[in-house]
């Protein structure tokens, strides 16, 4: 079947048992996930920072995990090369039981074939019954996992809070950014480090530090990651739609309970995380397991309310396929990138002879005042003289490029004369055909993103009748499918720090 295809055993982890390697504590955290349909971004512009002449950059292995709770302990353990053969057999075990569960569900959800979700959810729900108790597990021992990668055996100093001096103050309103700054680096290692939480919490915990690191980047002054500032948090946890036009008034008034609700449930988890940042450990963890057991029939409920909305949202945001775009021949885009290279060429090198020319002016002795005023002024004008003569010395080269731009005009207004827009009917020109070709082309990329990449996604997010364990599984198959750019490594709190160090 397609599934076992999809799901072929991924590379062993090559960790050793118990070596040498100088220990380093710095952590992991996975990447964020992106709203659903929206263009992957690669890493850019960024550099990881370095240790003992390593570079922090994510260890092998790790990217099988990308979805796991244990995802933060398990990198610190891979990247000091320190993961015992017991413990590597048991991800080895656990990792082929997930994909055999995966493919399971995978079998009958892509039975027919289709992009759409269209699974019978009678079929569905009875997988769900069979698979249970067999996902329960799975997600117990992943719980187990996470702890024993923490603190098992000699590893001992693999908490994240282990040496953490500086705490949050549940007195502060964490406008000021180091108190912003700390309060999402606790939350999102809560998610990992913390006992005594439930898989959905873990997951709120998830949405609760996005939403916390852009409050960070405010309060330290950074713009806005406005790409996927209008993402709805829907179930399972982290996943994010837009909300689709034409959604009816009726999805909009459950969307707003939902969010409200769910907003309260991370409320609470915030509270708690908060007024307990100082406590023994021992009675943290209790604290949270309170929390847990109140929690939970809240969480059976807004999970209940989001399966009211699946079905309209599931046709609201089905893929559809735009309309063809104008017709262009092959060659008239020729000419235009053509012609755009030998503009641009011819540009560049008149503003190169502009500058030559200034330069050659000799520098005053004196730089302040009337001296560099007038300096500037020469300059100035040496610049718009080298101009002139350039495009003197040039115009029958200039004159040619006219020609081809005006060629180019009569050529599209000739093909727009007897086409329309394929949506508003309206007659095009030469310079709407182009922008209608433009526009259709970003909506087949769209489509094509949404339609390939995004399937299990969407599926996991949208598909009536999954259990939430099921959602949780397939949702982690997609999100290790996007193959997202894993992010690098960072310092955990020294004992020495008064306040956290601010994250890229």
């Known amino acids: 079947m397609l599934a076992f295809i999809a799901l072929a055993c991924a590379a062993p982890l090559h960790a050793q048992f118990w070596s040498d390697t ?7 955290f996975p990447p964020t996930p992106p709203v659903y349909g929206a263009p992957l971004v690669e890493r850019a512009g960024q ?9 922090l950059t994510a260890p092998d292995g790790l990217a099988a995990f990308v979805s796991e709770p244990f995802y933060p302990p398990l990198s610190t353990r891979l990247f000091n090369l320190k993961l015992n053969a017991r413990i590597e057999a048991r991800l080895h075990a656990y990792r082929t039981a997930r994909q055999r569960e995966t493919n399971l569900l995978l079998d009958l959800l892509l039975a027919a074939e289709s992009e759409s979700v269209l699974a019978d959810p009678a079929a569905l729900r009875a997988l769900a019954v069979e698979q249970g108790p067999r996902l329960a597990a799975l997600e117990e021992e992943a719980e187990r996992l996470r702890a024993d990668l923490i603190s098992g055996g000699w590893f001992s100093d693999g908490n994240w809070n282990a040496s953490r001096r500086w705490r949050l103050d549940p007195k502060k309103d964490f406008a000021n950014a180091a108190d912003a700054e700390a309060r999402f680096q606790v939350v999102r290692a809560t998610a990992s480090y913390q006992g005594g939480l439930l898989p959905a919490q873990r997951g709120l915990l998830g949405e609760l530090a996005i939403e916390l690191r852009e409050e960070a980047r405010k309060a330290r002054g950074l713009p806005a990651n406005r790409a996927d500032s209008d993402g709805i948090f829907f ?3 982290t996943a994010r739609f837009r909300l689709p036009s034409g959604a009816s008034p009726e999805l909009r ?7 409200g609700r769910k907003a309260a449930l991370k409320r609470d988890l915030l509270k708690t995380i908060v007024d307990q940042d100082g406590a023994e450990p021992e009675t943290r963890a209790a604290a949270f397991e309170a929390l847990a057991d109140r929690q939970w029939p809240e969480i059976v409920a807004v999970e209940q309310l989001a399966e009211e909305m699946r ?15 104008p017709w262009v021949p092959a060659g008239v885009f020729e000419a235009i990138h053509a012609y755009n290279a030998d503009r641009d060429e011819y540009f560049s090198e008149m503003k190169l002879a502009a500058e030559f020319a200034a330069d050659q002016l000799p520098r005053p002795s004196g730089e ?3 001296a560099a005023r007038q300096f500037e002024a020469r300059r100035a004008a040496a610049r718009r003289a080298a101009a002139m003569e350039f495009q003197r010395t040039h ?8 020609a081809r731009y005006r060629g180019i005009r009569d050529s599209l207004a000739a093909l727009a004369q007897h086409q329309v827009d394929r949506k508003t009917g309206r007659p095009l020109s030469a310079d709407t055909l182009l922008h209608a070709h433009s526009a259709s082309m970003a909506e087949f990329e769209a489509f094509g993103r949404v339609s390939a990449i995004y399937t299990h996604y969407r599926i996991a997010m949208l ?8 959602r949780r599984l397939l949702f982690g198959y997609a999100l290790a499918g996007l193959a997202q750019p894993l992010p690098f490594g960072e310092f955990m709190p020294p004992s020495s720090a008064k306040r956290p160090f601010a994250t890229p």
Do not use: C
């Open 22 to 28: 100088p220990f380093a504590r710095v952590a992991f």
């Open 47 to 55: 550099r990881p920072h370095w240790i003992d002449n390593r570079p």
């Open 235 to 237: 179930s399972p946890e």
């Open 253 to 259: 008034a459950k969307l707003a309970l939902y969010n």
């Open 311 to 325: 079905p309209e949202l599931a046709g609201r945001l089905a893929p559809t396929r735009p309309p063809p775009p």
């Open 368 to 370: 302040e005042g009337d």
């Open 395 to 402: 115009a029958e080269r200039f004159a040619a490029l006219e």
């Open 463 to 470: 598909q009536p009748g999954l259990s939430p364990e099921q």
